[in-house]
């Protein structure tokens, strides 16, 4: 299977060069070539610890380094439609893109040595950490209230995003739903993995796949819980779910996960074309797909968006022709990302990613695009120091990687691969975002799990099960 990943990916990267070079794109040309240096450098790192964080290294070094000037060698399309800014710091972008991702590659081959202690374990005795009985009185609580939340019903959808005709609904809630929210997914999670740990104690002993029927069940519930438009909040919880298939149900895992995925992808795909086909201003699905056409789906632009090619770069770096980087506005955004503290600070006053949004949309819309970590790098460290937040988010993907794979406790596998897949998913994004997920699961979902570790803890015989 590497093998033919290798193949693919050093025929793209031939095509890529060819095709760039006969174009006369000579300085898109680098971000191929930087990618190679890259690849290189981190062939010499083979710490088994962090090979999920060099995966997904690798996986958007390909997309962002070969995939993106591909397309845009084919297409001869730089810009993004909906993004007026930094059309004329292109060029700058991709030099700071292919350093990045050099500095990066780096990185990850330090910590790879800095992070040697063998943590992994191909046989672990999974356990249930918490007590059985306090999550099961917890589960049943947060059903009630969620029963008797009609505020907090109406802001979930189930398998498919609720549509009207009266266009996009707005994501700012009250902070008492997004808590009872919040509640609400970890009552499903634990539902899901208690169902599975339990499964599994006989699944030890008589490996048969019907002992799968009601973790599959649960698991479907988890990944079809829909809140907001969001669908990194859906692939997050799908990948929680299939690792803990997985290293529960060796014999049947694929099986099941094959159906996972399908109705993964099938979420997906829907929370896609609600977004992309402003499904919103349709009465149905139905009416908004005989009225739209994927025709005006730009998927380059789509893209270089959503992954952070040049143009969206080049943006951040115009920024800074409205506002400057101040440690003041720096250090604003990440106390206003944390938790519990977000309460105590001036809304008013508005963090990077709103500014930069407002400049495009006015006073429209403070959300939209995304900045990456070399433009935010750049806005607050400069064109030198500008690498400093992929180290940091580097940092915490490979922290979060060393703690799962050294845990045997089901909830925190979940809840932990959870935060990774958003902390790795996001290395090349700004790190403020990483911070509301980490300090809100901190906050929230460990005051839950280390009560119902407490609890199991003083009573010795905990709930009847080890």
């Keep these: 299977m590497n093998k033919i990943f290798n193949l693919v990916i050093t025929f793209l990267f031939i095509c890529t060069v060819i095709i760039l070079i006969s174009k006369n794109e000579m300085l898109l040309a680098i971000m191929p070539l930087s990618y190679l240096i890259a690849k290189t450098i981190l062939f010499f ?10 995966l997904i290294y690798d996986i958007f070094g390909i997309i962002r380094l070969i995939l993106i000037p591909l397309l845009i060698g084919t297409t001869e399309d730089k810009i993004i439609n909906n993004l007026p800014l930094g059309r004329e710091y292109f060029n700058q972008a991709v030099i700071l893109i292919s350093v990045e991702y050099i500095i990066g590659s780096v990185i990850l081959y330090i ?3 800095l992070f040697t202690d063998k943590v992994s ?13 306090f999550y099961g009185l917890f589960i049943f609580i947060v059903i009630i209230i969620f029963i008797l939340s009609p505020s907090t019903r109406e802001s979930i959808s189930f398998l498919v995003i609720k549509t009207h005709d009266n266009g996009r609904g707005t994501e700012v809630t009250s902070g008492m739903v997004v808590l009872i929210r919040m509640l609400l ?10 169902s599975s740990f339990l499964s599994y104690k006989k699944y030890k002993i008589k490996p048969k796949i019907y002992y799968l029927f009601l973790p599959l069940i649960l698991g479907l519930i988890n990944i079809s819980l829909i809140v907001g438009e969001r669908r990194s909040i859906q692939l997050y919880t799908l990948i929680s779910v299939l690792v803990i298939i997985t290293i529960l149900f060796k014999y049947h895992s694929k099986k099941i996960n094959i159906l996972i995925l399908l109705v993964g992808a099938f979420i997906l795909i829907l929370m896609t074309l609600y977004k992309e086909l402003y499904i919103f201003n349709y009465s149905s ?13 730009n998927f380059v632009d789509q893209i270089q968006s959503y992954f952070y090619g ?11 022709n409205y506002y400057q980087g101040t440690f003041k506005q720096f250090l604003f955004d990440n106390v206003r990302s944390i938790f519990g503290l977000n309460l105590l600070i001036d809304h008013d006053h508005l963090i990077t990613s709103q500014l930069f949004n407002q400049i495009i949309y006015g006073s429209k819309q403070l ?14 460290f400069g064109p030198i120091l500008f690498f400093l937040v992929l180290a940091f988010n580097l940092f915490l993907a490979c922290i979060f990687e060393l703690v799962l794979h050294k845990t045997k406790s089901l909830e925190l596998i979940f809840v932990g691969t959870y935060v990774y897949m958003r902390v790795a998913t996001n290395i090349f994004g700004h790190t403020t975002p990483i911070i509301t997920l980490i300090s809100s699961i901190i906050v929230v979902y460990s005051l839950v799990i280390i009560t119902a570790v407490i609890v199991k803890n003083a009573f010795s015989k905990g709930d009847g099960y080890k």
Excluded: C, M, W
């Design 185 to 194: 997914q970890l009552a499903l999670a634990l539902s899901f993995v208690i």
């Design 310 to 320: 040049p143009t969206n770069v080049a943006s951040a770096i115009d920024y800074s």
């Design 285 to 297: 699905y139905g009416a908004a797909l005989e009225a739209s056409s994927t025709d005006q789906i």
């Design 45 to 54: 790192s083979s710490n088994e610890n962090l090979k999920y964080t060099r």
């Design 367 to 380: 959300t939209g695009h995304l900045i990456s970590s070399a433009g935010y790098g750049y806005i607050y």
């Design 121 to 133: 374990s191909p046989k672990i005795d999974y356990k249930i950490s918490g007590s059985k009985i």
């Design 111 to 113: 910590f790879g040595k």
